[in-house]
């Protein structure tokens, strides 16, 4: 079965980075593009951007351009972002999106269970 | 960016009851665009994509549909199970964000 395991809780300093891992299973992880979410608290979601894991490729929201990046691991199968400059507003919770076909507008299908990020 | 509305922000339904929720767009998303189901502390869990496709597991009480850039989401029998904050996401045009969220209480 599909499955998205994300890296555990952070806890960071203004102005640190942080980087979050998304270990997949049960596909084929190129075969599928994958975005980032985040929900601050009591928000609704908010999307980041999204990473091909077969051509490297990226796609950042506007908002977050030259302060993420998007990478993977394919010889593990794991998707990473990392967000540097971090401010008190990005404390959040942080989502791994796998899309439902090669395509980044197809929809996220399963998602990874969250990575609280604390930034004070 | 594309701006998107839903309506209404929340909502106390009785089990049984016929729940809409609306989720228009500022500008023209063609069917791009997908529904989720959020429980609190879970991830968002898809119900809908292009508009009106069933995802694979979701009941068929759960219906989507779209007249230009106005999309609803019905759900037809609430069930106890149902409660939850809605989200509608457009993935036509970047940044693809979602709604504000709707947020549906069994009554």
């Known amino acids: 079965q599909v499955q998205l395991v994300q890296s555990g809780a952070e806890m960071k300093k203004t102005g640190d980075s942080v980087k979050i891992s998304c270990k997949t299973s049960?596909?084929?992880?190129?075969?599928?593009?994958m975005h980032w979410v985040r929900q601050a608290p009591g928000q609704g979601p908010e999307w980041m951007g999204w990473?091909?894991?077969?051509?490297?490729?990226?796609r950042y929201a506007q908002k977050f351009q030259g302060r993420i990046t998007m990478t993977s691991d394919t010889s593990i199968t794991t998707a990473y972002l990392e967000v540097t400059s971090l401010r008190s507003d990005d404390t959040a919770i942080y989502y791994c999106?796998?899309?439902?076909?090669?395509?980044?507008?197809?929809?996220?299908?399963?998602w990874g269970q969250g990575t609280q990020v604390t930034v004070s | 960016d594309i701006q998107l509305t839903q309506s209404p922000s929340f909502l106390s339904v009785p089990v049984g009851d016929r729940v809409t929720i609306t989720c228009r767009a500022s500008?023209?998303?063609?069917?791009?665009l997908a529904w989720f189901q959020q429980k609190p502390g879970k991830a968002p869990n898809l119900l809908i994509y292009?508009?009106?496709t069933l995802q694979i597991g979701v009941p068929s009480r759960f219906r989507g549909s779209a007249s230009g850039t106005e999309f609803t989401l019905t759900i037809s029998g609430l069930q106890p199970e149902d409660f939850g904050t809605y989200y509608c996401?457009?993935?036509?045009?970047?940044?693809?964000?979602f709604g504000p969220g709707t947020k549906v209480e069994i009554k």
């Open positions: 999106v796998k899309m439902l076909a090669y395509n980044p507008r197809a929809g996220g299908d399963y």
């Open positions: 500008l023209d998303i063609g069917n791009f």
């Open positions: 292009a508009a009106s």
């Open positions: 049960g596909y084929t992880f190129t075969d599928y593009y």
């Open positions: 996401q457009q993935l036509n045009t970047y940044p693809f964000n």
């Open positions: 990473f091909n894991p077969n051509s490297g490729g990226t």
